[in-house]
T-cell receptor, first 111, second 113 residues
Framework: QKEVEQDPGPLSVPEGAIVSLNCTYS??????FMWYRQYSRKGPELLMY????GNKEDGRFTAQVDKSSKYISLFIRDSQPSDSATYLC???????????FGDGTTLTVKP | DTEVTQTPKHLVMGMTNKKSLKCEQH?????MYWYKQKAKKPPELMFV???????INESVPSRFSPECPNSSLLNLHLHALQPEDSALYLC????????????FGPGTRLTVL
C-alpha cells in the first residue's frame, strides 16, 4: 500500500465549477502538507502549504487537512481554464527533507 | 529572487556521452534536491544536499553523479545513460533540509538515444 493515495482522475469540469482534489495517507508522522500545480512539461509550482490540521485559504484556493482521518483536500472555487494542470499533493514528517508525493490528478477546466 | 533555474531546458544524448545538468538558486536556501519525473508520474527523489553535503542518495545508479560546488549551485553529471533514463529532471531547493517547503525549477527534459 502506498503511503499517499491521490484520487487519480482525470477530472473534467466546466468553467466556474468548484473542484475538489483529495489525498489520503497512512503515515501519522506527516505534519506538513503541500499542494503543487504542474503544467504540462513544467516543474511543479507550490500552491498551498499547511501545517497540521485545519483550513488555509488563498484567493480561490482552500487547503483542508484532517489529521484524524488522514485526509487532505484542495478546493478550487470559480475554476478557470488556466487552472487546467496536474495537481500533486505532497507531505513531510517532521525533521526530514524528503517529501512523499501523491501520483497527481489531472484537471481540465472547459470554457 | 524566488526562482530556481535549470540548464539546459532540453538535452538529447547518446548512451556513450557525458553531459551535465545545472541548477542554481539565489534564495539563500541550504538544501537542494534532484528529482526524476517520468510522464504522468510524481517526482521521484534522487539526491538531497544539505549545507553542501550529500545527505540522501535514494539508491541511484552510479551513472548519475551529483555535485554541489557551493550553496547556490547543484550539478548532475551524466555518463553512460540508458534510454529508460529519459525523463524530466527537476531541481528543487528549500531553506534547510528540514520540513521547509521545496521550490522547483522548470526541469531539464532529457532524451537518451
Amino acid at each position: 500500500q502506498k503511503e499517499v493515495e491521490q484520487d487519480p482522475g482525470p477530472l473534467s469540469v466546466p468553467e466556474g465549477a468548484i473542484v475538489s482534489l483529495n489525498c489520503t495517507y497512512s503515515n501519522s508522522a506527516f505534519q506538513y502538507f503541500m499542494w503543487y500545480r504542474q503544467y504540462s512539461r513544467k516543474g511543479p509550482e507550490l500552491l498551498m502549504y499547511t501545517y497540521s490540521s485545519g483550513n488555509k485559504e488563498d484567493g480561490r484556493f482552500t487547503a483542508q487537512v484532517d489529521k484524524s482521518s488522514k485526509y487532505i483536500s484542495l478546493f478550487i472555487r470559480d475554476s478557470q481554464p488556466s487552472d487546467s494542470a496536474t495537481y500533486l499533493c505532497a507531505m513531510n514528517p517532521t525533521n526530514a527533507g524528503k517529501s512523499t508525493f501523491g501520483d497527481g490528478t489531472t484537471l481540465t477546466v472547459k470554457p | 529572487d524566488t526562482e530556481v533555474t535549470q540548464t539546459p531546458k532540453h538535452l538529447v544524448m547518446g548512451m556513450t556521452n557525458k553531459k551535465s545538468l545545472k541548477c542554481e538558486q539565489h534564495m539563500g536556501h541550504r538544501a537542494m534536491y534532484w528529482y526524476k519525473q517520468k510522464a504522468k508520474k510524481p517526482p521521484e527523489l534522487m539526491f538531497v544536499y544539505s549545507y553542501e553535503k550529500l545527505s540522501i542518495n535514494e539508491s541511484v545508479p552510479s551513472r548519475f553523479s551529483p555535485e554541489c560546488p557551493n550553496s547556490s549551485l547543484l550539478n548532475l553529471h551524466l555518463h553512460a545513460l540508458q534510454p529508460e533514463d529519459s525523463a524530466l529532471y527537476l531541481c528543487a531547493s528549500s531553506r534547510s533540509g528540514d520540513t521547509d517547503t521545496q521550490y522547483f525549477g522548470p526541469g531539464t527534459r532529457l532524451t537518451v538515444l
